[in-house]
């Protein structure tokens, strides 16, 4: 049998005169400024495609978090009579919320306007095409970063709804956390991560670090749901009765969902498909980690027993509290936060929330209210240039370049966060209450919302 050799000496040979040819054609013409132009081009094109993919999956990945990750996991935790009104809950904001987007929420976060809200330039999404607006992200379409910035705006009211499930009517729920998304968050966003906001790491008069959402989504919903659950009063039975979940299953696989579509979430806030993706992610996983074992460790010493409903709430705690921090941080940092967010999370569920007396139904405030808070004060903390030099190559970036003063800027920004959202949610409940009333009847209470509310149940036992 003839070897490789050879066929492959003479194929060369007859080839060499060509290559010669080639390179000296190569040597003799370089390449003109069309032909480098192009090649730019070809690379930005390519750049492009690859961050617009990895943005519109993070998007659907957000998006997943609601539902059915939300929904699942706050249905599972509610008593069976009131699973659907629950899951019902995340699904309004799904509608509600893409509406108010696309007709002024949108303007009202990102356009151009003071140094608290945006203004109308974007009203009915007018000017956001499918060029890249470079004061946000240069790489992908606006309408590929509005509809991905959509999908935090749809999921934080959403989280409010732990806070008083099982008592308020849904048309009530439906008019309190549209106004909210509008008085409350859009306002917060444009601070955080607007052009010319207050808190913007980019130029604000305080520049906040808030990767993916830790002031703007989890403190403002955390303190929003315990504002909404004191001034809604305690469910009937409450604390006397019993109210155990109806389904620890439900809730399992919800948060699954949730610490899957978290990637999204947080790696996803990168705005590309670069290496500060990969940190936020690495980061995002580390954390619930850490804070699923650091819950479970607490529990176990504090009850006797690991359960399943510790984990996972733990692990949605490590989520919460890396948010701000996942694009800032050293591995090892996220997980020194995730597993102090795991031991202190579970310190305000179990002895804050029983010294206050207060009715969280499912502890929106202790995991996201705490967490959030917890983890923006970490950033400023363990903030590193290493990973994202968010003031300048040669500026510090957080205390672990030398840069303590980070650390004021995150407590004025959790303190602007807290206050916009206690007020405002205050005025909000107040507004509703007097209007269209925010609670649900005794009656309507004890049959469940399912039926009351909806018609309908979540369970047929008959069939």
């Known amino acids: 049998m003839p070897s490789i050799r050879t066929h492959f000496l003479p194929s060369v040979l007859l080839l060499l005169p060509s290559l010669l040819s080639a390179q000296s054609a ?3 013409a370089p390449a003109s400024q069309a032909d480098l132009k192009s090649l730019q081009d070809a690379i930005h094109a390519a750049q492009m495609s690859a961050d617009n993919a990895w943005m519109l999956v993070s998007a659907a990945l957000v998006l997943l978090m609601t539902g059915p990750g939300l929904a699942l996991f706050y249905g599972g935790l509610v008593r069976r009579k009131n699973i659907l009104s629950t899951m019902m809950q995340s699904f309004a904001m799904m509608g509600l919320v ?13 356009a151009h306007g003071t140094s608290f809200i945006g203004g109308f330039e974007h009203v009915f999404l007018r000017g956001v095409s499918l060029a890249p607006n470079p004061d946000y992200a240069a790489t992908i379409p606006e309408q590929t970063y509005m509809i991905y910035q959509l999908m935090f705006a749809i999921i934080t009211p959403a989280l409010i709804t732990g806070a008083f499930a099982e008592r308020m009517k849904f048309s009530a729920m439906a008019v309190f956390l549209s106004l909210w998304s509008l008085i409350v968050y859009s306002p917060m966003a444009h601070m955080v ?23 703007v989504v989890h403190i403002t919903s955390g303190v929003s749901a315990l504002v909404t659950a004191i001034y809604l009063g305690k469910r009937i039975g409450y604390p006397n ?22 990637f999204g979430f947080n790696a996803g806030s990168a705005l590309g498909s670069g290496p500060l993706a990969t940190s936020a992610f690495i980061n995002t996983h580390f954390a619930a980690a850490a804070a699923a074992l650091g819950w479970t460790i607490a529990e176990w010493i504090h009850n006797g027993k690991p359960t399943a409903l510790g984990a996972i709430s733990g692990a949605v705690a490590g989520l919460v509290a890396i948010t701000p921090a996942s694009g800032f941080v050293q591995p090892f940092s996220a997980l020194f936060i995730g597993l102090l967010a795991g031991v202190f999370c579970s310190f305000m569920v179990f002895k804050v929330k029983s010294w206050f007396k207060y ?53 004025a920004g959790v303190a602007i966060a807290w206050t916009l959202s206690a007020v405002g949610t205050l005025i909000l409940l107040f507004l509703v209450d007097k209007t269209i009333g ?15 509310q909806h018609g309908e149940e979540g369970y047929d036992l008959n069939s």
């Open 193 to 215: 991560w607007g052009v010319g906001g207050l808190l913007n790491a980019n130029g604000g008069h305080i520049p906040s670090l808030d990767f993916a959402g830790g002031t």
């Open 98 to 110: 893409t509406i108010l987007w696309a007709i002024v929420g949108y303007s009202l976060a990102f």
């Open 438 to 452: 925010l609670r649900v009847s005794p009656e309507d209470e004890s049959t469940g919302l399912d039926l009351s």
């Open 359 to 411: 009715d969280d139904s499912l502890d929106a405030f202790g995991v996201h209210g705490a967490g959030g808070t917890l983890g923006a004060l970490l950033t400023g903390l363990f903030a590193t240039k290493a990973i994202n030099a968010a003031f300048g190559p040669n500026t510090a970036t957080g205390a672990m370049d030398g840069h303590w003063g980070q650390v004021l800027n995150q407590a």
């Open 241 to 262: 009765t019993n109210m155990p979940p109806h389904s620890m299953v439900l809730s399992f696989i919800g948060a699954c969902l949730l610490w899957v579509g978290w």
């Open 26 to 28: 190569t040597t003799s």
